[in-house]
């Protein structure tokens, strides 16, 4: 009897761990839009710009193309207070630059790399360009990237340093193909230093690091994925492959380890998808996830897929909601023939229940636009931002309602609560011990 008892307990404990990786489906998951900007305070769009939240919470978003023929790159750099609710025009970048990419330091600076300098063929840069808040300047660094590229993947390794990977060479070129070359930012130097170049060239592809360390880059004109160990500085080319080739799509790793990957251009056909994908960084596997199918909408009506959107973790990898809450919002859908339609619509993919949750337009329509997660808000919920693009000078800000889902925490502590009642119970009845007699 004892041992049915413990038995029963044991199980119950482990039913209480799985909600607490899971949840209960029931959580419908709730947010709201806004617009972040009522003063209409942004002076530029910043098409195809780049942006990053800083340390006090702001963001700083610089470069892009101007909206106007001959539609140049810019130097112009603006700064928006979260709680004031406006932009603010900074100190310029030192080379006008457009598709490149920017990420916050460890210590608070913000690296701006790569990018074009013009909309036209030989036009890439090598160049990389450091803002410090303190002094609301911009400063280049000690040395170039090993290839001048834009569109290339960009992620924070997990001893602080950066890793970009790809990108293409041309300065014009929007299409995914791209480069093999990886380089090393390090903060403490200043300084790029080139590492192993990947197996196939890629741009315009999903980049995510690990729990563990490494980084996976996914797609990019091509069909397969590649983790990258910054321990051995060897790529390692994973056994399965997507179905299709893709680009403009992001990917995030889940709570449970796998990686989750949406939606994005055919290069092949020029269509964008409504299909996601799990990709398993164990066996280097992909499988189908649920569809992304009358989520991605325009002021016109519901399209089929969408790339170059915005995409989220709501939550940092401190959080016991890490990998559980994805945004989708804004990007483009490109139909067989035809103009692409820009779309303002988002969505939730609620990870434990794999399942995508309509979270209403956004206030203005983005494509080709910028956008920064702000800081966890006074009431815990997640903030993101997006803002300007080919359609609209406007900011649309979101507010992730974190009451409205469960922190599995609760279900981890149930689940401690058990098993240390089951281990009470085992030490009672005596199960586990070895038998009399056993052992010398």
């Known amino acids: 009897m004892k041992s049915k008892i413990a038995a029963a307990i044991r199980f119950l ?22 617009d972040g900007d009522p ?14 939240r800083l340390s006090d919470g702001r963001v700083i978003v610089a470069g892009g193309l101007a909206l106007a023929a001959p539609f140049p790159a810019i130097t112009t750099a603006e700064i928006y207070d979260p709680t004031a609710r406006t932009w603010a025009v900074t100190s310029g970048l030192n080379t006008p630059r457009w598709s490149l990419d920017a990420i916050t330091l460890a210590g608070g600076r913000v690296l701006f790399a790569g990018g074009a300098r013009a909309f036209a063929g030989g036009a890439a840069l090598a160049s990389a360009e450091i803002y410090d808040p303190e002094t609301r300047t911009f400063s280049y660094t000690a040395n170039d990237l090993s290839a001048a590229r834009q569109s290339f993947g960009v992620t924070t390794l997990n001893d602080g340093r950066v890793l970009l990977a790809g990108g293409n060479t041309s300065g014009s070129n929007l299409g995914g193909g791209g480069t093999t070359a990886v380089d090393i930012y390090d903060p403490a130097t200043n300084r790029f230093v ?33 983790i990258f160990d910054p321990v051995a500085n060897k790529w390692t080319v994973a056994a399965g492959s997507l179905p299709t ?12 380890g796998r990686v989750f990957v949406a939606g994005g251009q055919n290069t092949a056909t020029g269509v964008t ?27 016109s009506g519901v399209q089929v897929g969408t790339s170059d ?26 139909p067989p023939s035809g103009p692409d339609v820009e779309l303002h619509s988002s969505s939730i993919f609620d990870a434990a229940n794999a399942r995508f949750v309509d979270m209403g337009p956004m206030p203005f329509v983005h494509d080709d636009h910028t956008e920064s997660l702000l800081w966890i808000n006074a009431a815990g919920n997640p903030e993101v931002l997006l803002f300007g693009g080919n359609r609209s000078i406007g900011t649309s800000r979101f507010e ?15 689940a401690a609560g058990v098993l240390l009642l089951a281990g009470r119970t085992r030490a009672r009845t005596g199960a586990g011990r070895a038998p009399q007699g056993a052992g010398a």
């Not at 890629?202 to 397969?224: E, K, P, Y």
């Open 13 to 34: 404990a482990v039913a209480c761990a799985g909600f607490a990786l899971a949840g209960p489906v029931s959580a419908a998951p709730v947010g709201a839009w806004s």
């Open 39 to 52: 003063g209409m305070t942004l002076s530029n769009v910043h098409l195809l710009g780049a942006a990053s």
């Open 194 to 226: 080139a590492a192993a170049s990947m197996n196939a060239g890629r741009s315009l592809h999903a980049q995510v690091t690990l729990r563990d360390g490494r980084v996976a880059v996914i797609g990019g004109a091509q069909r397969t994925a590649e």
């Open 245 to 256: 080739t893709l680009k403009d799509m992001k990917a995030f790793e889940l709570f449970d």
């Open 273 to 299: 998808t409504d299909a996601t994908w799990y990709f398993d960084p164990a066996d280097g596997s992909f499988t189908p996830g649920p569809s992304m199918a009358g989520f991605n909408y325009a002021p």
């Open 309 to 334: 959107y915005s995409a989220f973790d709501l939550f940092p990898s401190s959080h016991p909601l890490h990998g559980r809450y994805l945004l989708f919002a804004g990007g483009e859908h490109q």
């Open 400 to 414: 992730f309602m974190a009451a409205s889902v469960p922190e599995p925490s609760t279900w981890l502590m149930l």
